[in-house]
């Protein structure tokens, strides 16, 4: 049990969204220092998120452990949430949601466009109320973004959507979503989880084909169960629920951010030094890991942590990256593993499939002193023998913190502006980074 009362959970928006003031804007980083030390790395963003729209499924309590609470991403579905009637409070990482009383179907734009993740809402509102209006999120900084997978799911289990004034108009038919068997004719995670959770409610059999396997998925299906659903095949690409007439509260531990490991390993490669991750993974970032080895970086398990060591006397080596759906090399890692590749002995080449416009960085990149080529979907990375600080400008969430790690190894201060999209997925990274040697503070 959470050491806190249901009671507790308020619906005064001044207890849910506690004001936080955001003010400094940039980050400032001298560059040159080894990391050394331990980073605590946080629950996983994209799992909380959606765990926090698996709450409208039932009217009882969800209660999350783990949760990165912190973050710009959970403010903006907490506001998304208590706009519909959920009451919702934290404490530390936990975070307590209920959905007993929602009084709202709409989830307006102007709280959907901060975040693509409001569009998790559509399925569960769907499935326990038979009606849910959504905007359409539109497009990001790094690519159009359609929800075309999302729509045609729910469409083949029964609801008649319509779209009007920029808004997903979505009804369920008489007796409620029915169970359907989607494949999808492309792999998204976004879709596989908005679908898992409606089927969970609907009558009769759902099967998703061709369904994403990320971890984040397989979590939130864990904590689907968790709430009484019958949820077979999660991990794999084929997923079959069985949907039953309600679901109950639980209690559920978040999995740990692959990504923000990911991403202070790569740091760690990039300044040298050894630095204990607690509370990491391992097996959730095989392509990564095997990638990071051949660079000649040093990776271990030790219990729940990923100890990783670089000697900074010897250089890395250059290597190949694709990105491709999980297990293959993520997408939010690849900015990361391009500002490596930048110090890196020989040429690298960086492909992205999953989004047409994830190369951002390399601008930014450039202006540190970085040699980088864009060819389509691919990049030339040629490696240099150093960066250089300068004033840059972060873009989105992974190209930013892109440019922090790039920033740490470069020669002399770098300057990050508009760093409230590193406050979207990354907890205290300021602070993280600086208990291991590194000079950067907020400004
Ligand atoms: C999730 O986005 C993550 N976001 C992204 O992380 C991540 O980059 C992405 O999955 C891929 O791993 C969250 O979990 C909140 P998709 P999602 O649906 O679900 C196309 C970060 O930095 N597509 O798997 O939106 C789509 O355009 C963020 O933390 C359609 O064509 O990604 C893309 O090309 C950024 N139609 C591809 O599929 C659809 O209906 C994969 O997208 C849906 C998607």
């Known amino acids: 049990m959470l050491p806190y009362p249901s009671s507790e959970i308020s619906s005064d928006p001044a207890v849910k969204q506690e004001p936080r003031t955001h003010a400094p804007d940039k980050i400032r980083i001298v560059g040159g220092q080894e990391l050394n ?10 799992a909380a998120l959606k765990m926090m729209c698996a ?3 039932t009217d009882q309590s969800l209660h999350l452990e783990n949760m990165p609470n912190t973050l710009r991403d959970i403010d903006s579905q907490t506001e998304l949430l208590t706009h519909l009637g959920c009451m919702i409070s934290t404490e530390r990482d936990l975070m307590a949601i209920n959905a007993k009383n929602i009084h709202d179907l709409t989830a307006p734009y102007e709280i959907v466009r901060k975040m693509r993740g409001s569009i998790l809402v559509l399925g569960p509102l769907l499935a326990r109320f038979g009606e849910a209006k959504v905007s359409l999120p539109g497009g990001c900084a790094i690519g159009t973004r359609p929800v075309d997978l999302h729509i045609k799911g729910l469409e083949e289990m029964g609801a008649d959507i319509t ?14 979503l ?3 068997k989607i494949t999808f004719p492309k792999v998204s995670v976004g879709a596989t989880e908005n679908l898992l959770m409606a089927a969970t409610l609907a009558r009769g059999e759902t099967v998703l084909g061709n369904a994403a396997r990320e971890p984040e998925i397989k979590d939130l299906g864990e904590c689907l169960v968790k709430m009484g659903a019958k949820i077979d095949g999660l991990g794999t690409d084929t997923i079959r629920i069985e949907g039953i007439g309600a679901l109950s509260g639980a209690h559920h531990k978040v999995l740990p951010d692959r990504i923000e490991t990911g991403t202070y390993l790569v740091g760690v490669a990039m300044t040298g030094g050894s630095v204990r991750m607690q509370n ?5 970032l095989s392509a990564a890991m095997g990638l990071l080895s051949q660079t000649g970086v040093e990776i271990e398990q030790d219990g ?5 060591h670089r000697n900074a006397a010897r250089r890395l080596k250059g290597i190949d990256i694709m990105t491709d759906p999980y297990p293959g090399f993520p997408t939010d890692l690849q900015a990361q593993f391009m500002a490596m590749l930048t110090l890196a002995d020989g040429a690298s080449m960086v492909t992205e499939t999953i989004f047409e416009n994830r190369f951002m960085h390399v601008p930014e990149l450039n202006r540190m002193g970085a040699d ?12 240099v023998k150093t960066l250089k600080g300068a004033e840059v400008m972060a873009t989105d969430l992974r190209a930013s913190v892109a440019l922090v790690l790039a920033g740490l190894v ?16 990354y907890e205290n990274i300021a602070e993280k980074l600086r208990n291991c040697g590194a000079q950067i503070e907020k400004f």
């Open 37 to 46: 030390g331990v980073i605590p790395i946080s629950g996983a963003k994209n």
């Open 55 to 57: 709450a409208l499924l």
């Open 163 to 176: 779209l009007e004034g920029g808004y997903i108009n979505a009804k369920a038919p008489a007796g409620g």
């Open 372 to 383: 980088i080529t864009v060819q389509g979907h691919s990049a030339i990375v040629r490696g």
């Open 410 to 425: 470069a020669e002399g201060e770098t300057v990050i502006n508009r760093i409230y999209h590193l406050e979207r997925g």
């Open 280 to 284: 990491a993974r391992m097996e959730h």
């Open 304 to 308: 729940e942590d990923i100890i990783v």
């Open 178 to 180: 029915r169970g359907a």
